[in-house]
């Protein structure tokens, strides 16, 4: 039983949790073509169900054999790109959402566990289980009929649907949880990371001793200090400079040597575009003064 082509507009809204869905797309069809290259904005994300035939997809640069009862999300800005078999064309039923946090209701657990889906989790291809498969169905058959109340239906489906996806996600998701929540006990990782090796600290060695993706160590720096990785390095390279220039007997040379820049003139520029003066200027017009102390009588 194949499920009849379609493709609609409208957007059916619902809610979730703390998260307000919108559907910019729901559709059915046959793959004739291959699908270039490309990404969604920010809060969008695309769920796509193999229904039946073959094909390969890439996903950020890993690609992966597809076949039927196959299903992936891509989130926000995840590169994607599918490629259809001649042979054996590939059915698929994708539902191409936007959604966003209502602030105004308490965070709960099914809202934090959809938004690192959509949002964080490393895209992987998953089986579908057998529970989705009629909500797919019965989703399509009101969108083509539009019988009276199909828009409360397939909100209503739609929901189903996405909750049954947050099941199938669950090892994977329960995973990213545990190594979070172990970030979140032990942040001091990174941040003895960048404190004590600022001018050799690499994305890929502070992954591994956090036991996660280099994705998804981005992610927990742009989550926890709102910096990108090189942001957060060049920060931490920023304030071991202020500290090592205030050791009166280091010459700059040999400070930048330390931070590990290549030149005292790229140092030097690097300092100034960061502070807003140089370092030769710290040194002599803003450099703090030690206090003084006097003995304990």
Known sequence: MEIQEFHSNEDFTFTIGNLMFHTLAVSSAKFT??????????NSCEIHY?????????????TFPVSAENIYITGPFVEHAQIYNSADPMIEFCIYLSFEKMTRKPEDDISNALYTIFMEADPEIHKVEAFLIPIAFQIAKECISKSYG?????????QQFIVLCLRIYSKTLLNSTA??????????IIENS???EYSTITLMTLSKRLNLSPRQT?????????????????????????????TKDMKISAAAEQLG???VEHFSSSFKKYHGYSPSFYRKKLLPSRPSFSPLC
Not at 37 to 42: I, W
Not at 50 to 62: A, D, P
Not at 150 to 158: F, G, P
Not at 179 to 188: D, H, K, P
């Open 50 to 62: 193999i229904m039946s035939g073959e094909g390969v997809v890439t996903l950020h640069g890993k």
């Open 150 to 158: 199909y828009a409360a239906v397939v909100s209503a489906l739609l």
């Open 194 to 196: 960048f404190l004590f």
């Open 218 to 246: 981005a992610r927990i720096l742009l989550k926890y200090y709102h910096k990108n990785f090189q942001q957060k390095k060049l920060e931490a390279k920023m304030s071991a400079a202020l500290f090592l220039l205030q």
């Open 261 to 263: 820049y290549s030149s």
């Open 33 to 42: 073509t291959d699908i270039s290259v490309h990404s969604h904005s920010a």
């Open 179 to 188: 190594a979070t929540s172990s970030l979140e006990t032990n942040y001091l």
